[in-house]
């Protein structure tokens, strides 16, 4: 079981109120509204961490980027 933390909290607030995909670039940029100082390595990692305990998903759009989106 993984901690809590105002990171991650942050980043899954920012795919559900997304309301669709998100690229990580676009995940980076909206939690930076919240965590000025997020960076792109933090990320990635808890949106690594919520994949793996199935709070989002990876979504596949041909032609485009892989993007992420809450699936609770």
Do not use: F, H
Not at 12 to 22: E, W
């Amino acid at each position: 079981m993984s901690r809590e933390t105002q990171q991650r909290n942050a980043i899954y607030k920012v795919l559900t109120d997304a309301g669709r995909p998100l690229s990580v670039d676009e995940v980076l940029k909206l939690a930076q509204n919240q965590l000025a100082r997020l960076g792109i390595a933090t990320v990635y990692r808890n949106l690594k961490t919520l994949q793996l305990q199935g709070q989002i998903a990876q979504v596949d759009l041909p032609g485009q980027p892989a993007a992420l989106g809450d699936i609770s």
